[in-house]
């Protein structure tokens, strides 16, 4: 990568930062206790409208009149399984904030597989969420501008980004609950890998490899200061995610302004130790995410809790081993 | 009109997304090097002679960076992947000269997993050297090697070893068959280059699957039986446009497309996708741009 970097990328990079830092309600307090929501959510019911609804609703979110994107994760043709955020998550989510008065477009850049519409028609997109080809932006192929990362804690200086995402004033992280082969856990951060366009780094994103996964994710989370997560776990992933693992039920919708103490949480509820993912310990520290440090609303996280299968390599993610 | 909309794939049809600076963009927008590379491609294999290609050209010729790549589109500042494409065009569209340098940018590239300094970490970290030797190449530089950026380049190495044979040529062509070899899945077709994953066998893709039988074209058949009976049964439950069309390719070009097959049905996403659905019908009929 170049070292340089121009202006206009600069100003562009300054634009986005500043645009989602004023989006919504005034930012809590620096060292105030992020709220994080678990709702019960047993099945992919008409039921899941209204709660998803009742959870944006109760962050109380200013996002009238404001350009809100929502990323889900898609990654494989397989209707039916449970590897990409089912598209009724991602329906309810888009009434939600269409409730609040936003401008509200559905975005995503997938690792692996080239063709995004079609694999979005495989998963049931296309069906569930009307006029979704107009509503939606592949961020592999959109247009890109380079940003500058102030304080990187990977190898990068910086990254191409699509600009569907640099002018949003929300993003809204919308992951699978799965657990990851190589990161440990895949929620709301992890997430973030599919902001990264294809068109420029190519399938996978090995760039993002080379630099340390972990360090790679915490520096995306940087780069999007205000974001909102509503993680899917009615039936996330357990044993080998992100794509080869078994359907997880957890019957559970996590949402909250921070997706740092949101991810610790649902790392909480699938019995995995936050502490021991590294990417969440870069990003918030480990004060940060310790479940005393988050208000919780709503359910219980312990009452929803369920242990995900680990992989051999991931066992020492165990919470609270002997 | 969106590019979902193409119907016949037609030359005139993928002329109509072109942009006004000369290029294509993916589905609109800006233009973009690989997409214009595969309009450039079609209208190399096409009939429409005719046609004028000037300012696509131009855009093609001014996105070329002075260390004789090319970059995803002109605002991204880095050599890369597609500069295979553009070196797949005959050398007289972008100019010999040009072409040249496009071929020793990509003789020159080294993915990092293949480089002396990370098989030594490997040795020192794990206590054992890689075993898969094989040199492919990678998306982006500093990266490792993955499957389609590989048939990519060797396409391209391939057509110019044609003309000018070298002992250079020759030894990186040879090392990225073996790379494709290394890296098929247990299925007998390929993904985008990670047959197993902490030791889990991972299934394959169309697109790959058709990408690496094109590049393996003249390799011995009795290897490649496997990936033979599986593209064919992909032919009829690929999902995406571009995945028939490179399976397609990938078959005709060992006499394994089955004759009863039917064109893809698969819709338009991209300019990309019309071309090569294009590309695939012309090689259907005998001329297979990728290998002539």
Redesign the interface.
Request: aromatic share 14%; glycine share 6%; no cysteine.
């Given at each position: 990568?170049?070292n340089g970097i121009t202006r206009r990328e600069v100003l562009i990079g300054s634009a986005a930062a500043l645009g989602l830092a004023a989006c919504a309600r005034q930012p809590q307090a620096r060292r105030a206790r992020p709220q994080v929501s678990v709702v019960r959510a047993p099945a992919y019911t008409q039921q899941v409208y209204d709660t998803v609804r009742r959870l944006v609703a109760e962050h109380r979110l200013e996002v009238r009149g404001r350009r809100v994107v929502l990323k889900p994760n898609l990654v494989e043709?397989e209707p039916g399984s449970s590897i990409n955020t089912h598209p009724m998550v991602v329906h309810a989510g888009l009434e939600a904030f269409r409730a609040l008065g936003a401008q509200v477009a559905i975005a995503e850049g997938p690792g692996?597989?080239?063709?995004?519409?079609?694999?979005a028609?495989?998963a049931g997109y296309f069906e569930v969420i009307p006029g979704f080809?107009d509503l939606f932006t592949?961020l592999n192929?959109?247009?890109?501008?380079?940003v500058r990362l102030r304080r990187p804690v990977s190898r990068l200086t910086s990254l191409?980004l699509p600009h569907t995402v640099l002018s949003a004033d929300l993003l809204v992280s919308m992951p699978k609950m799965k657990t990851h082969?190589w990161a440990g856990a895949t929620l709301a951060m992890k997430n973030l890998f599919g902001v990264v366009p294809g068109?420029?780094?190519?399938?996978?994103k090995?760039?993002l490899?080379?630099a340390g996964i972990h360090q790679s994710i915490a520096d995306l989370h940087s780069l999007f200061p205000r974001q909102f997560a509503i993680v899917d776990g009615i039936v996330g992933m357990d044993g080998?995610g992100p794509?080869?693992g078994q359907p997880k039920p957890v019957g559970a919708i996590i949402a909250g302004s921070d997706p740092v103490a949101v991810d610790a949480t649902c790392c909480r509820m699938m019995h995995i130790e936050p502490g021991r993912i590294e990417y969440l310990t870069l990003a918030g520290g480990l004060e940060r995410i310790k479940a005393e440090n988050t208000q919780q609303i709503g359910e219980n996280p312990d009452d929803l809790s369920t242990p995900f299968a680990l992989?051999k390599?991931w066992q020492g993610l165990r919470r609270n081993r002997v | 009109m969106r590019i979902s909309d193409i119907q016949n794939v037609s030359i005139e049809e993928i002329q109509a997304f072109q942009n006004p600076d000369g290029g294509w963009p993916y589905q609109q927008g800006s233009s973009w090097t690989e997409p214009t590379a595969y309009a450039l491609l079609a209208q190399c294999a096409g009939e429409k002679a005719g046609w004028d290609t000037a300012r696509a050209v131009d855009w093609l010729s001014g996105a070329q960076r002075a260390d004789g790549g090319w970059p995803p589109r002109r605002s991204v500042e880095q050599s890369t992947w597609v500069t295979a494409l553009v070196a797949l065009l005959p050398p007289a569209v972008a100019g010999e000269e040009r072409h040249a340098r496009a071929v020793d940018w990509l003789v020159g590239q080294t993915a990092m997993d293949t480089t002396l300094l990370f098989r030594m970490r490997e040795l020192l970290l794990r206590g054992k050297l890689p075993e898969d030797r094989a040199c492919g190449w990678c998306w982006f530089p500093g990266t490792a090697a993955w499957v389609t950026p590989t048939c990519l380049a060797t396409l391209a190495l391939r057509k110019c070893y044609w003309q000018r044979p070298s002992a250079a040529l020759r030894e990186r062509i040879e090392g990225a068959r073996e790379f494709l070899m290394a890296r098929r899945c247990a299925d007998g077709g390929w993904n985008h280059g990670s047959a197993i994953s902490l030791g889990f066998n991972a299934g394959s893709y169309p697109e790959t699957t058709g990408q690496a039988l094109l590049a393996l074209e003249g390799s011995d058949p009795a290897q490649l039986q496997d990936s033979f009976r599986l593209g064919q049964r992909m032919l009829g439950e690929c999902q995406s446009a571009a995945g028939a069309a490179w399976l397609r390719l990938g078959l005709a070009a060992h006499e394994q497309l089955p004759a009863d097959t039917p064109p893809p049905a698969r819709v338009c996403r991209t300019v990309a996708d019309a071309a090569l659905i294009y590309l695939a019908r012309v090689a259907e009929q005998g001329y297979n741009v990728f290998l002539e």
């Open positions: 990568m170049r043709y692996h597989r080239r063709s995004t519409l079609d694999m028609e495989a080809e592949d192929l959109d247009e890109v501008s380079r191409y082969h068109g420029v780094y190519g399938w996978p090995n760039v490899h080379w080998n794509i080869q992989i390599e | -």
